[in-house]
């Protein structure tokens, strides 16, 4: 698998936030006590199933950049019980663009947004509980809350 | 009405609109669609003078929508703003009628950029 570079996760959600954002690679995941969310996505022609686990505050950032929201405004709607459809939407949306470097070499194409891995499909599950592949970012979006952006791919 | 948007996310509906006002088309009228069926249904009230879609969206893609209003006679201006960024998918667009692609995520002059040669600059 071509490996997702810190360069491109930078330029890919850069591009969409307008802000800097700062990428790091890192060997091993350490799991922030937050939230998490899970996007799944088809990767063609194999019809293989990569996931994307990140920090719902990380997303939430993203999201609330696109939204024009203040981090004050993201922290609120991360922290509800409940996530409001808007922003949820927009979480959406940038999962869904994230699809882009999802696969470098492939087309991924983004299938369904997930709060609890529980409920992947049987195939994203499996990705999840032993993927061959791990790829474990922190970004960093200025002026906003952070986290963790795993990419996991099977064979 | 000037422009029919066709795309599930509200979030994205909005950014494109917003990146349509900063590209200078303030005055600009559109009708949105959630996806290809029903943008199909506004079509048989709205002639836009240009069409905006996503890609992958629930009921009726975007690739679908621009065959099935082609295979009307449909000649609309027809572009998609989508994620999907391989040369296969551009192909596929461009052989089907459509007249331009962006990627997300994409900058004002992008879309200037594809607007203005349709809709003779702002």
């Given at each position: 698998m071509a490996e997702p570079t810190p360069f491109a996760i930078t330029q890919l959600f850069g591009g969409l936030v307008g802000r800097n954002v700062t990428v790091t690679q890192v060997t091993k995941y350490l799991p922030n006590k937050v939230k998490q969310m899970y996007g799944t996505y088809l990767v063609k022609p194999m019809d293989s199933t990569r996931i994307v686990q990140a920090d719902l505050p990380l997303l939430g950032s993203l999201a609330g950049c696109l939204l024009g929201l203040p981090s004050d405004a993201v922290k609120e709607r991360v922290g509800a019980a409940e996530i409001e459809e808007g922003f949820r939407d927009a979480i959406h949306e940038v999962l869904n663009i994230a699809s882009t470097i999802v696969s470098t070499e492939y087309r991924a194409v983004f299938q369904k947004m997930f709060a609890?891995?529980?409920?992947?499909p049987s195939e994203a599950a499996d990705t999840f509980k032993d993927p061959v592949y791990r790829n474990y970012f922190t970004i960093k979006v200025d002026g906003y809350e952070g986290g963790n952006f795993n990419i996991l791919a099977p064979l | 009405m000037d422009l029919l948007l066709v795309d599930d996310s509200k979030t994205m509906r909005l950014l494109v609109q917003r990146a349509i006002r900063q590209a200078g088309y303030r005055s600009l009228t559109v009708c949105e669609a959630e996806n290809g069926a029903d943008a199909i249904e506004k079509l048989k009230s709205v002639s836009p003078k240009l069409i905006l879609s996503d890609w992958?969206?629930?009921?009726?893609?975007g690739i679908d929508f621009l065959k099935k209003i082609r295979s009307e006679n449909n000649k609309t201006p027809f572009g998609f703003i989508t994620s999907e960024a391989s040369k296969e998918i551009k192909d596929m667009a461009m052989s089907n009628g459509a007249n331009f692609l962006i990627t997300k995520p994409f900058a004002p002059e992008d879309v200037q950029d594809a607007l203005d040669p349709i809709l003779g600059g702002a």
């Open positions: 609890d891995p529980v409920y992947l | 992958n969206m629930p009921e009726m893609s």
